[in-house]
């Protein structure tokens, strides 16, 4: 079936500006899917809302590259979330047919294509009618300028944003304020505590923390201190790539290009040298051997686990027609990560935010530049290189590149649970990490941060870049709720070490977060209380009713007869393996 164009179906979405003054049930700041899902949750419940984006485009890191779903389990993390991807799915089997190609590549709406996200975001969106007004080029500033709030500090009042188009001040009130932002802006204007950077090993006695050199993937090297430090994890662009000649754009040469930055990349391809631990036991003879292999033309590497071409330098995630996520290659020394330039960007302004995002776009559209175009490289590894480019289907108004930096940690807050790596791993061997009974969703990834630090010398690999498998773990509500701000929840920038949050940080947990927040925000309207008083029970209720998975059975699903009286019994400890059924057989037959 021949391809159609895709049209953002969402009536909703403006640039226009509102009357000042528009009050709102919620005031969202961020369109990305943490943000969007509690919209929509907050819809369904017959709240109003209005979402400030500060691009003009909705869908955050999904409709930005991210198209290959991070998440370890499938079915751990359910709700709106499942009906994002049977969205995904469902557009696929509707486009191009049941039996397409298309849809065996969307992996049951996992995968997708990032114009596609945006669409299906617009979609869910629209479907709640007027109840969800989008209002994008808004940008928040978070000075205290920025942001109203009671005589006490405990209440937000009103924010201010700068409309992006005209330069205008809009104020925005409502009942109910929400920071779905990856750096955490509206909860450090609201004087939330929060932190930055990495807490020691010693700290909450977690793997990975501090200053770490392991291989890759989780093989201690040498270096490790543990110390705390101000570091951040690195940021990239996830790529919307393809090799499909009749939308391949080839990498052009970026107006700003510094070619000394990739030189250590050829040493690299001709030595076969990367950062698995299968380098251990790689001499100087197997390298050089490897150097003369490519000199007499061999086709590629031939040093163990040394990836070649396009794949020496990205990670590669098939998406339908013909395009990929591209991400950071994890197994090498220079990738489409920049660490340590990014360390500011949590607390810097847009201005500097913006340079930045230029600066990370130049020097990632010289990296493949450089590995397409160099003559210090193998030209077989060139050739290879040369076979990939942009994909001219996506980002038309950005020069076929994604409009937003993968900001994978900004500000982490200090909220009524602070959640660590303890909180992910399991209990006993086998096990499940710790049930928390207040939990609001279950997820799943390992504990996993990016580089912190550009290439040292003698180091096995960059500083921070780790890997460390988790469980299926339960997610407490506190993760979300600021200690005495009364009417803020935080859904994005949550709370936890900078361990802990590294697996929370995935979008399909960020979906189900801003999924409880949503309901928790309705209910805190409707009861009159603070989010900090918004009853467990009732909260759990409302998400279990709209098939959110609160603790993870390998074999019910919420569809399943009983999966409501299993969640309640699992969080109350009273189903501690991994499967339900069994329980709940004997359950009822101890009731007849």
């Given at each position: 079936m021949k391809r159609r164009l895709i049209s953002l179906t969402l009536a909703a979405v403006s640039a226009g500006a509102p009357s000042m003054g528009a009050d709102y049930d919620l005031v969202i700041v961020g369109a990305t899917p943490g943000g969007i899902m509690t919209a929509i949750e907050a819809a369904r419940m017959g709240k109003s809302s209005v979402i400030l984006?500060?691009?003009?485009?909705?869908?955050?890191?999904?409709?930005?590259?991210?198209?290959?779903?991070?998440?370890?389990?499938?079915?751990?993390?359910?709700?709106?979330?499942?009906?994002?991807?049977?969205?995904?799915?469902?557009?696929?089997?509707?486009?191009?047919?049941?039996?397409?190609?298309?849809?065996?590549?969307?992996?049951?709406?996992?995968?997708?294509?990032?114009?596609?996200?945006?669409?299906?975001?617009?979609?869910?969106?629209?479907?709640?009618?007027?109840?969800?007004?989008?209002?994008?080029?808004?940008?928040?500033?978070?000075?205290?300028?920025?942001?109203?709030?009671?005589?006490?500090?405990?209440?937000?009042?009103?924010?201010?944003?700068?409309?992006?188009?005209?330069?205008?001040?809009?104020?925005?009130?409502?009942?109910?304020?929400?920071?779905?932002?990856?750096?955490?802006d509206l909860g450090a204007a609201a004087r939330v505590p929060y932190r930055i950077g990495r807490e020691a090993a010693w700290e909450f006695d977690e793997p990975g923390a501090g200053?770490?050199?392991?291989?890759?993937?989780?093989?201690?090297?040498?270096?490790?201190?543990?110390?705390?430090?101000?570091?951040?994890?690195?940021?990239?662009?996830?790529?919307?790539?393809?090799?499909?000649?009749?939308?391949?754009?080839?990498?052009?040469?970026?107006?700003?290009?510094?070619?000394?930055?990739?030189?250590?990349?050829?040493?690299?391809?001709?030595?076969?040298?990367?950062?698995?631990?299968?380098?251990?036991?790689?001499?100087?003879?197997?390298?050089?051997?490897?150097?003369?292999?490519?000199?007499?033309?061999?086709?590629?590497?031939?040093?163990?686990?040394?990836?070649?071409?396009?794949?020496?330098?990205?990670?590669?995630n098939t998406e339908p027609n013909g395009k990929t996520d591209a991400n950071n290659q994890h197994a090498a020394f220079i990738s489409t990560d920049l660490p340590e330039e990014n360390w500011p960007w949590p607390t810097a302004s847009w201005e500097w935010r913006d340079r930045f995002a230029r600066?990370?776009?130049?020097?990632?559209l010289g990296l493949f530049w450089f590995a397409a175009n160099d003559s210090t490289l193998p030209p077989q590894f060139r050739k290879e290189i040369q076979r990939w480019g942009l994909s001219a289907q996506e980002y038309r108004d950005n020069g076929n590149f994604p409009r937003h930096v993968y900001v994978r940690e900004?500000?982490?807050?200090?909220?009524?649970?602070?959640?660590?790596?303890?909180?992910?791993?399991?209990?006993?061997?086998?096990?499940?990490?710790?049930?928390?009974?207040?939990?609001?969703?279950?997820?799943?990834?390992?504990?996993?941060?990016?580089?912190?630090?550009?290439?040292?010398?003698?180091?096995?690999?960059?500083?921070?870049?780790?890997?460390?498998?988790?469980?299926?773990?339960?997610?407490?509500?506190?993760?979300?709720?600021?200690?005495?701000?009364?009417n803020l929840l935080l859904p994005v920038p949550v709370s936890g070490s900078h361990i802990g949050f590294s697996t929370l940080r995935m979008e399909p947990c960020w979906m189900a977060l801003g999924q409880a927040a949503g309901a928790a925000a309705a209910i805190a309207i409707d009861r009159g209380v603070t989010v900090q008083a918004v009853p467990i029970e009732a909260l759990q209720q409302r998400l279990l009713?709209?098939?959110?998975?609160?603790?993870?059975?390998?074999?019910?699903h919420p569809d399943d007869e009983g999966f409501e009286q299993a969640q309640k019994l699992g969080l109350k400890g009273k189903i501690p393996s991994w499967s339900a059924h069994k329980t709940l057989f004997e359950e009822s037959l101890h009731r007849k």
């Open positions: 984006e500060r691009t003009g485009h909705i869908g955050g890191l999904p409709a930005n590259g991210l198209g290959a779903t991070d998440i370890a389990t499938r079915g751990a993390t359910t709700g709106l979330f499942s009906e994002f991807t049977g969205a995904v799915r469902k557009y696929y089997a509707d486009t191009y047919g049941e039996n397409s190609q298309q849809v065996k590549d969307c992996s049951d709406g996992f995968h997708f294509e990032p114009s596609v996200a945006e669409k299906i975001f617009g979609d869910m969106i629209a479907s709640q009618g007027n109840r969800i007004n989008v209002r994008t080029m808004r940008q928040f500033n978070f000075t205290d300028d920025d942001i109203a709030m009671t005589a006490n500090g405990r209440r937000i009042d009103s924010i201010k944003v700068v409309n992006r188009l005209n330069g205008e001040e809009e104020h925005y009130s409502g009942r109910i304020f929400i920071d779905a932002t990856y750096e955490g200053r770490t050199y392991e291989y890759w993937k989780s093989t201690p090297a040498e270096g490790s201190t543990g110390q705390a430090d101000n570091a951040v994890q690195a940021y990239n662009y996830r790529l919307c790539l393809t090799r499909d000649t009749a939308q391949l754009v080839p990498f052009p040469r970026p107006e700003r290009y510094d070619r000394s930055e990739y030189e250590s990349l050829a040493e690299d391809v001709w030595t076969g040298r990367h950062t698995w631990k299968a380098m251990r036991d790689v001499t100087p003879e197997m390298m050089e051997r490897n150097r003369q292999h490519l000199l007499r033309g061999g086709e590629r590497t031939i040093i163990p686990w040394d990836n070649w071409g396009i794949e020496k330098l990205v990670t590669i600066r990370l776009r130049d020097y990632t900004g500000r982490r807050f200090e909220g009524m649970y602070f959640f660590t790596a303890k909180d992910a791993l399991p209990v006993t061997k086998g096990g499940r990490p710790p049930v928390h009974a207040s939990s609001i969703t279950a997820s799943h990834y390992a504990l996993d941060s990016h580089a912190a630090r550009k290439r040292e010398k003698g180091r096995a690999h960059l500083d921070g870049f780790i890997s460390y498998p988790t469980a299926v773990y339960t997610v407490p509500y506190g993760v979300i709720v600021p200690k005495e701000v009364e009713d709209e098939k959110a998975t609160l603790i993870y059975f390998n074999d019910m």
